[in-house]
């Protein structure tokens, strides 16, 4: 199972994320509605609601790792500090 959720976690691209956990968090919330109404869930309803909340704990996982990317392109090895210290007020 863990390789499976590997391939779900690198099957998500950036274009379509925001997408993705908007539809996955519209399913659970229907979920948690109709277990409120009914006074719970069956077990194939409990089922999807775990693997709705593994799959959005992935997109997160996704969103972090794409952030932490695009943040670590801001510095550069060899002068991480350049950007914040060219930017500084100098004093006479």
Excluded: W
């Amino acid at each position: 199972m863990a390789g499976n959720d590997a391939s779900v976690a690198l099957s998500i691209d950036a274009k379509n994320l925001g997408g993705r956990v908007a539809r996955l968090a519209t399913e659970r919330g229907a979920l948690f509605d109709k277990a409120g109404s009914n006074f719970g869930l069956s077990a194939v309803e409990q089922e999807r609601l775990a693997a709705i909340e593994r799959e959005l704990d992935e997109c997160f996982l996704v969103r972090r790792r794409l952030r932490a990317e695009r943040d670590s392109q801001r510095f550069d090895r060899e002068n991480p500090f350049l950007g914040r210290l060219s930017r500084r007020p100098t004093s006479s």
